[in-house]
């Protein structure tokens, strides 16, 4: 069967080898294994969860792919001020609702999530948001639907796709992002932060975490032997990174976890998307394993 559906979680096949498995908490992908164009043989692992990464629903799955919504980072507007960081959409449950496409060339399936009543207590507004998780043979689509359903009022919303892709990450880079302004998060100082990217590869061969704005929504992640196409679509921004020793400052990630990873994070986080009543908004990531 190509979709398996269990109590907790959904599990897309495809016929050449490739699967998906999504955790109906937070709707988060937590397993990605695929060959590459290359080779058809080597199916493996695409994504990193941490060993010590919760999958109980009792917190955020550290790894995978996590949705953002409806704000990036610490909430800073005042209708965001009673969420947590990065909103909700990563520790709520969605729903599973639909097979969207089972043929030959993949198999989709379609999770939503609504307002409840914890939402409501920390959210004053009414949405649908769908998830679709689309599975080809050497590539995974995620798009994240945003539906205003309030009759009276807009929305202003921010939205990231948490992306933790298993590279060696001390061998990668990322490109292009040459010229890209980008707000640098490790700079201890606000007036320090706003800088231009230099680079005509980037790595995170030490502790990384940029913004980039305004990117070309088109990204290649390379390494010896290895290469990951990464497009999206209404993500203007994207957010790269690494916290390397940092990391043992994150209680749920594994000793050395991020030596086995970048975070390559499409978004729209500089800014806010503005939906007026009724409106829609659509973004996409769209990953491919080239070798």
């Known amino acids: 069967m190509p979709v398996q559906t269990l109590a907790d979680k959904v ?40 060993s010590k990464a919760s999958l109980d629903g009792s917190k955020p799955v550290r790894g995978g792919i996590p949705v953002v919504f409806p704000c990036f980072g610490a909430p800073e507007r005042l209708e965001h001020l009673k969420l947590s960081q990065h909103g909700f959409a990563r520790n ?4 599973f609702d639909s097979i969207v496409m089972d043929n030959e060339a993949g198999v989709s399936a379609r999770f939503v999530l609504s307002p409840n009543a914890k939402i409501a207590a920390v959210y004053d507004y009414d ?3 769908a998830y679709v998780v689309t599975l080809a043979a050497h590539q995974l689509s995620t798009d994240l639907h945003v539906h205003n359903t309030n009759t009276d009022k807009g929305i202003d919303f921010q939205a990231l796709l948490h992306t933790y892709l298993a590279v060696p990450a001390n061998e990668i880079g990322i490109s ?22 230099d680079r005509q ?4 061969r030490s502790y990384t975490d940029r913004v980039y704005e305004n990117a070309p929504q088109h990204y290649r992640v390379t390494w010896n032997g290895g290469e990951i196409d990464i497009r999206s679509k209404n993500f203007k921004d994207v957010v790269v990174w690494n916290p390397q020793q940092e990391g043992t400052k994150i209680g749920d990630m594994e000793d050395g976890g991020w030596n086995k ?9 500089r800014g806010y998307v503005q939906l007026q009543p009724d409106e829609k908004w659509v973004g996409q990531q769209v990953i491919t394993i080239q070798k």
């Open 127 to 129: 949405f649908e948001l």
């Open 261 to 269: 990873y970048v975070c390559v994070e499409p978004g729209y986080v």
């Open 201 to 204: 590869s980037v790595d995170v």
């Open 176 to 197: 292009p992002l040459t010229n890209l302004s980008f707000y640098d998060k490790t700079e201890p100082k606000e007036e320090n932060r706003l800088k231009i990217e």
């Open 11 to 50: 599990v897309l096949q495809h016929p050449q080898g490739a699967s998906v498995t999504v955790l109906l908490y937070g709707a988060t992908v937590i397993s990605w294994k695929s060959s590459s164009i290359e080779n058809s043989e080597d199916v493996k692992e695409r994504l990193f969860v941490s």
């Open 92 to 95: 709520e449950t969605w729903k």
